[in-house]
């Protein structure tokens, strides 16, 4: 059997765990810039604010009225409570796949001698909840499909509990009666509009087509969904994720960019962060891109967007990659232009055991280069201190605007919630 736990409104549930002053009152958490609605929890829905609606049109008088907290996103917070909930979930089952920040598939045993499944939901449901006081729901199917179905009815319907089984065939047909096609995982609007002209409105609708119409209609993947909310499973737990074949790093400025100096700061921070993530991952790349636009909506100011690309001798060095791309953005640069986002994308990568070294090259000196990666990687994950490059500036005019942030209670010594002891 396969459990899929989400947590319930996580960015806006994380800004909330370090806040008892927020318990029932509207959350809302804003994209990068405090442009849109990203995250909101359900006391903000009913005030009818929607996903994705952009922040402006929130009236001051609105927020006001209604005590609405608004949070911009804080994407250190957001990953290490991520981290917390995977390891406590890793503790209550054997197997776990880690599918996105806020959601892990997990395999549950089950026989006659062992707890009742909706027992073992509720398990993973309260420790998490005691761990890491944060709220999840917990949909358990044969399929990894139907756990999904599952956990959509968990959220949805609160008489559940937040736990939800499906391994009564009965069960399944019910719930799928009732659950717009829409929901199931993998069903897209553009599919959901091609089934609905099909006459094919809810999940029951989709189960009940054969697997060879599915196909020859559609694809494997939709055959596979049909074939899943029949009880056959064909997708297995993926406990090692594939590595990752394109990095990229870019961000919309908090303020519009006119000098090339802070640009270049901007790349070269994009540029760095990109670098790391290469090296966590064991990788090495051979390609980069660098893309610079302006805003299209800039009056009296004509649009320009413009990229260009370097092949690399295989490597994850920051310092060969910053050479690259400051390389690259004095290629495409453009004076009395206002730029509003820019980015650094890596691609072609190898394997570090497949890495193929330069002939001409000192190894020695290779393997020094890779120690002093590798050590700087060490103090920046340490929390203790930062090591940067000239390059990257110390002004930090590119950063977005983050209005709302909360602190970092996590992982900075110097925000860690203070608790006044009566």
Request: aromatic share 10%; net charge positive; glycine share 4%.
């Amino acid at each position: 059997m396969f459990a899929l736990v989400d947590v319930n409104a996580f960015y806006a549930s994380c800004e909330k765990v370090f806040r008892p002053d927020l318990e029932n009152k509207p959350i809302i958490v804003l994209s990068n810039n405090d442009g849109c609605v990203i995250a909101r929890n359900d006391e903000a829905k009913e005030l009818g604010i929607k996903m994705g609606q952009p922040y402006f049109t929130l009236s001051p008088e609105f927020i006001s009225q209604y005590a609405i907290q608004v949070f911009s996103s804080n994407y250190a917070l957001y990953a290490d409570m991520s981290h917390r909930v995977m390891e406590t979930l890793a503790t209550l089952a054997p197997n776990i796949e880690i599918y996105s920040i806020d959601e892990a598939f997990c395999q549950l045993s089950y026989s006659e001698q062992q707890l009742s499944l909706a027992w073992q939901g509720k398990i993973i449901r309260d420790t998490i909840q005691q761990h890491n006081h944060l709220t999840v729901g917990v949909g358990i199917g044969p399929t990894k499909t139907l756990a999904k179905l599952a956990n959509y009815a968990a959220k949805k319907w609160r008489k559940t509990e937040g736990v939800v089984v499906l391994s009564e065939r009965n069960r399944q047909r019910k719930l799928m009666a009732i659950t717009p096609v829409a929901e199931v995982w993998g069903i897209g609007r553009q599919l959901t509009r091609q089934l609905n002209m099909m006459n094919i409105h809810t999940a029951m609708d989709l189960a009940q087509l054969s697997p060879y119409q599915a196909r020859k209609k559609f694809n494997v993947i939709v055959e596979r969904t049909v074939r899943e909310l029949n009880g056959e499973s064909c997708l297995s737990l993926e406990e090692v994720s594939e590595p990752r074949k394109q990095i990229v790093c870019s961000r919309s400025f908090g303020e519009k960019v006119t000098e090339f100096i802070v640009m270049q700061e901007a790349i070269c921070n994009y540029t760095a962060r990109a670098a790391e993530k290469l090296r966590a991952d064991g990788q090495y790349c051979q390609h980069i891109t660098v893309f610079i636009r302006s805003s299209p909506f800039t009056p009296n100011t004509p649009y320009y967007s413009n990229y260009a690309s370097e092949i690399l001798a295989a490597t994850n060095d920051t310092r060969q990659l910053l050479t690259a791309a400051q390389k690259i953005l004095k290629r495409i640069w453009l004076e009395d232009r206002i730029y509003q986002k820019a980015g650094v994308i890596l691609n072609d990568f190898h394997h570090h055991k497949l890495k193929q070294f330069d002939l001409f090259l000192d190894h020695k000196k290779q393997i020094k280069n890779e120690t002093l990666m590798k050590t700087i990687d060490q103090i920046n994950r340490s929390n203790m201190g930062k090591i940067f490059f000239a390059s990257q500036g110390v002004k930090g005019q590119w950063h977005m605007k983050q209005q709302f942030l909360s602190p970092a209670y996590t992982t900075q010594v110097k925000d860690l919630a203070k608790v006044k002891i009566s």
